[in-house]
C-alpha cells in the first residue's frame, strides 16, 4: 500500500520517534512536528519529553504515527537515517524552544511495535485496576498499583505486606496467570477513557525492587481490537498531554 507522506506528517501531528524498532528492546520518545521539507526529506520535531541528544546511541529510528486506513487505526513511519539536534528553533510566534531536525527516507510502511510504546502512569493519567489471583480479588491502592503499560503487557508494583500481614500477591509466580479488569483514567476527562478485562501472565519477577515492594511484569493475552484501540489512544493522549505541558505550547 502507497502512503503520501504529504498527507500524512504534517505540522502539528503528533508522531513517536521510535529508536531500534527490529530489535527485542525497543523505544520511543512522543513528539509533535514543527515542520516539514519534503523537498529535502526532514521533518522537524520538537525535543522529547526525555531528550534526545546528540550522543544518543541507536542502531535505527523511524518517526511514526496513527492514521486511519479503510476504518481502521494503523501506525505507519519512516525510516530515518540522520538526526541533528537543534538547541534555539525558532517558532512562528518568535519564541525558541529545542527541536530535532530528521532526514528520512521513503516510502512510508506500516509499523507494529506494540511493547515499544510504553507509558509511565502519572497523576495526571492513571489507572485503577483488579485482580483475581487464586480465587482472591485485589484492588489497586490496597493491593498493587500499575507502573506502566504498553499494548503487550504492564509492570506492577506489589507491597510484599498489607496491613502488616504478608500480602497474599506477592506469592505469585513466574508463568502464573491471572484476570485483569483496568478501568483508564485521565484527570481532565469527565469519565474514563475505557474499561477493558484482560487476560495476562507474570512473565517476570523482581522480588527486591524494594526493601518491601516487589515488580512483576504481566504479558497481555487477549486484547481484542476494539480495546487495544482504546488503551493505545489513551497512552498515545497521555504522551502527547505531557509533551505539551513542557513544551508549553498550544498545538
Not at 531528550?51 to 546511541?57: A, D, F, G, I, K
Not at 501506525?75 to 512562528?92: D, E, M, T
Not at 518568535?94 to 507509558?119: D, G, Q
Amino acid at each position: 500500500m502507497d502512503f503520501d507522506i504529504d498527507k500524512i506528517f504534517l505540522p502539528s501531528t503528533g508522531v513517536d520517534m521510535v529508536f531500534n524498532m527490529n530489535s527485542l528492546t525497543p523505544y520511543f520518545r512522543s513528539s509533535i512536528i514543527y515542520d516539514t521539507d519534503y523537498g529535502n526529506n526532514t521533518i522537524t520535531v520538537a525535543q522529547a519529553f526525555i531528550p534526545v541528544s546528540s550522543s544518543t546511541v541507536f542502531k535505527e529510528l523511524h518517526l511514526t504515527t496513527i492514521i486511519n486506513d479503510k476504518k481502521r487505526k494503523i501506525r505507519v513511519g519512516v525510516k530515518c537515517n540522520h538526526l541533528k539536534v537543534i538547541k534555539q528553533y525558532p517558532l512562528a510566534n518568535k519564541k525558541t524552544v529545542p527541536a530535532i531536525l530528521l532526514s528520512y527516507e521513503l516510502p512510508i510502511k506500516e509499523t507494529n511495535i506494540r511493547s515499544a510504546f510504553r507509558l509511565f502512569l502519572n497523576k495526571r493519567y492513571t489507572i485503577k485496576a483488579k485482580i483475581l489471583y487464586n480465587n482472591i480479588e485485589f484492588i489497586t491502592s490496597k493491593d498493587f498499583f500499575i507502573k506502566d503499560i504498553s499494548l503487550a503487557g504492564m509492570g506492577i508494583i506489589i507491597p510484599k505486606k498489607r496491613d502488616k500481614a504478608l500480602n497474599p500477591l506477592a506469592e505469585i509466580k513466574i508463568n502464573n496467570k491471572v484476570t485483569v479488569d483496568i478501568i483508564l483514567i485521565g484527570m481532565d476527562k469527565d469519565k474514563p477513557a475505557g474499561t477493558i478485562p484482560l487476560k495476562a501472565q507474570v512473565t517476570r519477577l523482581h522480588p527486591t525492587y524494594s526493601n518491601t515492594q516487589l515488580l512483576a511484569g504481566l504479558k497481555i493475552n487477549n486484547l481484542t481490537s476494539d480495546n487495544e484501540r482504546i488503551l493505545n489512544k489513551f497512552i498515545h493522549d497521555a504522551q502527547i498531554a505531557d509533551l505539551k505541558r513542557l513544551s508549553r505550547l498550544d498545538l
